[in-house]
């Protein structure tokens, strides 16, 4: 079973606001990915660190979305202003990257914005 | 970028009957390729990772068959029971290092009727 924890389960924001969630991957796991689920169950990769360096990010995250994965800290991701069309599953997986292709997938972080 | 079909969206069987989802994608350069399952509110747990060109794999009750040259995946539950009711999600590596993203099917709501 994965060991990748997501905090909070929960997040319901106003449209404008700030929106923020966190992830502590499996033990050992250099490798984080966010991805987003919305209700269509159509998944969108967000970004991806190997340790504290950001590998890949989409053109969402680049604009309206911060995330960082700072030494001996949770890594994050944040909303800098909420839409509607934010509201999803917020997933991050975790991998031990290089030659290990398997990603683990924490609970998810499911955010509402009103 | 990979685009991934998964099928049928949702499946009804009796208990003992089996099952097949079928998920095509588009990149023949796609290396990797994965099943998870996703319960009611919990996280997507890894059942199956597919990796050779043409391959069986077989887990408890149920069988995976990646056909490269078709660009196919399978999932076969060969004798369903209500425990496998949930969603069912295809993944397909896009590169060939652990670094990369998945891209995943819509899923398929696969419920067992006892």
């Known amino acids: 079973n994965s060991k990748v924890i997501q905090t909070p389960r929960y997040l319901v924001k106003g449209q404008g606001q700030k929106a923020k969630m966190r992830c502590i991957p499996e033990?050992?796991?250099?490798?984080v990915f966010w991805y987003q689920q919305n209700k269509n169950n159509e998944f969108k990769f967000l970004i991806n660190?190997?340790?504290?360096?950001?590998?890949?990010q989409i053109d969402m995250t680049e604009k309206r979305f911060s995330a960082e994965c700072p030494s001996n800290s949770p890594c994050s991701l944040e909303i800098q202003s909420s839409e509607a069309g934010d509201s999803a599953l917020y997933l991050c997986?975790?991998?031990?990257?290089?030659?290990?292709?398997?990603?683990?997938f924490g609970p998810g972080t499911r955010l509402t914005v009103l | 970028g990979e685009q991934v079909e998964q099928r049928p969206p949702h499946l009804s069987v009796r208990e003992g009957d089996s099952a097949v989802i079928t998920c095509t994608y588009t990149?023949?350069?796609?290396?990797?390729f994965f099943w998870y399952k996703q319960e009611p509110g919990a996280s997507l747990q890894l059942l199956m990772k597919?990796?050779?060109?043409?391959e069986i794999n077989e887990g408890q009750g149920f069988t995976v068959l990646l056909n490269k040259k078709d660009k196919r995946l399978s999932l076969n539950l060969t004798a369903a029971h209500p425990g496998d009711s949930a969603a069912y999600f295809c993944?397909?590596?896009?590169?060939?290092?652990?670094?990369?993203?998945?891209?995943f099917g819509k899923g398929t709501s696969l419920t067992v009727i006892p």
């Open positions: 990149d023949p350069n796609s290396y990797y």
């Open positions: 993944a397909v590596s896009a590169g060939g290092t652990g670094y990369q993203n998945f891209y």
């Open positions: 997986a975790s991998s031990l990257g290089e030659y290990s292709y398997e990603q683990y």
């Open positions: 597919v990796f050779s060109s043409t």
């Open positions: 660190f190997q340790n504290q360096e950001v590998l890949q």
């Open positions: 033990k050992g796991h250099p490798v």
